[in-house]
């Protein structure tokens, strides 16, 4: 049976459409990439700190990609969870965060800070802040705390969100104690410039964790035709200037639009020297 021209060109239009909208829609949501790094001297085979970077879940159901996701997690064991915000968007979801955290081994520690989504969405904190203590999280909102392991000090400055809340980092440092590690959570970019800024030499910092910006959520091939209020002038990856460096996740959920394409889903590991 011979095929037209015309007609071939359509049906590889037709297939070549089909599969664009399957990655977009169905196989960049549903499978999570894992990202690691060595920070320093840290290598595979050195005895490391390990710290996963989670964010923008935008949780609406616990589904089989996340209870996969916690299954992981628990096989990993990292000695610290960070999750850099939007981890629900509305108020009627945080049983729904409940339900993802129990999933999680209750030994590993975790730091949360806040989205402009928790905002948006009118999430009550008092009881968000409940649920992750239940859940071994510390919630932090412009603060700092500090954790030892493997002999190590790690110092997490946790800073309000840029956009809904009320980002202030001089207050988040003012009781940074010296430490051998430290990491900023700060969930837009944006105000990653305004960090550095006031980064002076008596606090060291590793690197900054932001998100919010879904790796653009819709990258084609380069082009990205929206990128959130607050990404500044990042969108996904290592940023590296003379004053910090910065990792951009790409996150995990979707916001607006669900659908993801050239921009998977991911988590990042951190392995810190000891």
């Not at 595979?44 to 996963?52: A, P, R, Y």
């Not at 996701?69 to 409940?98: H, Q």
């Not at 900054?208 to 990042?234: A, V």
């Amino acid at each position: 049976m011979r095929i037209s021209r015309r007609k071939f060109i359509q049906t590889a239009a037709l297939i070549t459409s089909g599969a664009l909208l399957a990655e977009a829609f169905w196989i960049e949501k549903f499978f999570i990439d894992i990202n690691e790094f060595f920070i320093g001297t840290a290598t595979k085979d050195t005895e490391n700190i390990k710290v996963v970077q989670i964010s923008d879940l935008h949780l609406q159901s616990v589904n089989y990609q996340l209870k996969q996701l916690t299954k992981k997690l628990n096989k990993l064991k990292p000695d610290l969870i960070l999750i850099t915000g939007d981890a629900i968007d509305k108020a009627e979801n945080i049983s729904v965060l409940n339900d993802f955290l129990k999933l999680i081994s209750n030994d590993i520690q975790k730091v949360a800070i806040l989205g402009n989504w928790e905002y948006w969405g009118k999430v009550d904190l008092a009881e968000l802040n409940q649920i992750y203590a239940d859940n071994n999280c510390k919630l932090l909102i412009n603060q700092t705390t500090q954790y030892s392991f493997k002999n190590k000090t790690l110092s997490i400055t946790g800073v309000d969100d840029y956009l809904g809340g009320n980002a202030d980092f001089e207050t988040s440092i003012k009781n940074y104690q010296k430490s051998d590690h430290h990491i900023i959570l700060n969930h837009c970019p944006q105000y990653s410039d305004h960090i550095a800024e006031k980064l002076t030499p008596d606090i060291n910092v590793d690197f900054i964790l932001s998100g919010h910006t879904h790796g653009g959520q819709i990258n084609i091939f380069g082009f990205i035709p929206f990128l959130p209020q607050g990404s500044g002038k990042y969108v996904k990856g290592w940023y590296n200037t003379n004053t910090h460096k910065l990792y951009v996740s790409k996150g995990i959920g979707t916001s607006i639009f669900p659908a993801r394409f050239g921009a998977k889903a991911e988590i990042a590991i951190f392995n810190l020297t000891t």
